[in-house]
């Protein structure tokens, strides 16, 4: 399962490990995901996905799943989000809202 948020797009860094006398070996830095479940209210149903910590506090901080990709433009989401969002448009004109 690749190490990247669904929301942010965040992905392993890597870098070096400096020790005191100044030796350096390489190391990752891996992002801090979260295996989330995620209720959408257009699609009325539970979405898994998995995201940072700081991806999940970007959904809670504009009311949803649902208005944070409706909200942000395509250009700046990653492929899954766009199927989602894709998912979630379709699901709203149906529904007509």
């Known amino acids: 399962m690749a190490k990247k948020c669904l929301?942010?797009?965040?992905?392993?860094?890597?870098?070096?490990?400096?020790?005191?006398s100044n030796r350096k070996t390489r190391r990752r830095f891996e992002p801090n995901l979260q295996d989330v479940t995620v209720y959408s209210e257009i699609l009325g149903s539970q979405?898994?996905?998995r995201v940072?910590?700081?991806?999940?506090?970007?959904?809670?901080?504009?009311?949803g799943i649902d208005s944070y990709l409706l909200g942000k433009p395509v250009s700046r989401l990653t492929?899954?989000?766009?199927?989602?969002?894709?998912?979630?448009?379709?699901a709203k004109a149906k529904k007509g809202i």
Do not use: D, F, P
């Open 7 to 20: 929301i942010s797009g965040k992905g392993v860094q890597t870098g070096n490990n400096v020790s005191k």
């Open 47 to 49: 979405i898994q996905m």
């Open 52 to 63: 940072t910590s700081n991806g999940l506090r970007t959904i809670e901080k504009n009311g």
């Open 79 to 90: 492929e899954e989000a766009k199927e989602l969002r894709k998912r979630i448009e379709k």
